[in-house]
């Protein structure tokens, strides 16, 4: 059986989770990171240098690095699905998680981790309102991206949409005062009738 180690409040976690669930794959899932600790062990480490999370075991086979977790995955039991059979499709799903992870997460980390995971009186504020615009800028090219599709590569849930999916939540959820950005409300009002979606990623932000 797939067995995952993360926690399920990681972004990077979730994206697997969501993937999997997608996929209508089986899985064990062992906390792991921050509170949980397992990820600074000798074993844990022995399979994943860098001590993050997640890492899988499919039968044997480790991976690690969330973005190549969900391609592999994608690749081997959703071909045509979430992971498209056409090879161009399937890269201009790839240039969004790649996007996301290089270009919007960045800046957004700085506002999640400042707004969720720092007391208020621990808060870089100043920090915190630079990297928002930063964010806010980023996700302004993603709204222009959606409009006229139903998903990041046009009318079908991919990979693609995973990384960019989770992030829409967050920032949505944070509840800041924010400009319009109609297009990607539209898309991850869609998203949210993914029943996977609903159980893996709109979660309360912690």
């Known amino acids: 059986m797939l067995t995952i180690w993360g926690r399920n409040n990681s972004i990077n976690v979730q994206k697997v989770l969501w993937c999997c669930a997608e996929l209508g794959l089986e899985f064990k899932r062992i906390d792991a990171g921050l509170q949980y600790g397992v990820n600074n062990t000798p074993e844990y480490l022995a399979n994943n240098p860098t001590g993050l999370v997640p890492t899988i075991d499919d039968d044997g086979y480790i991976l690690w690095e969330s973005n190549v977790i969900v391609r592999y995955l994608s690749s081997r039991h959703g071909l045509g699905t979430l992971c498209p059979a056409d090879l161009q499709a399937r890269f201009r799903a790839e240039i969004w998680m790649d996007w996301q992870q290089s270009f919007l ?71 800041m005062p924010r400009e319009e950005l109609p297009n990607m409300v539209r898309w991850h009002d869609r998203l949210a009738e993914h029943p996977a979606f609903r159980q893996h990623i709109m979660l309360p932000l912690t």
């Open 105 to 175: 997460w960045p800046s957004f980390r700085t506002v999640f981790q400042g707004l969720i995971r720092t007391p208020p009186e621990k808060r870089d504020n100043n920090a915190i309102a630079a990297a928002k615009g930063k964010a806010a800028s980023a996700l302004k090219i993603l709204d222009r991206h959606l409009a006229g599709r139903d998903y990041v590569e046009g009318k079908q849930l991919t990979f693609g949409d995973i990384p960019v999916g989770i992030a829409a939540y967050r920032w949505f959820a944070l509840g």
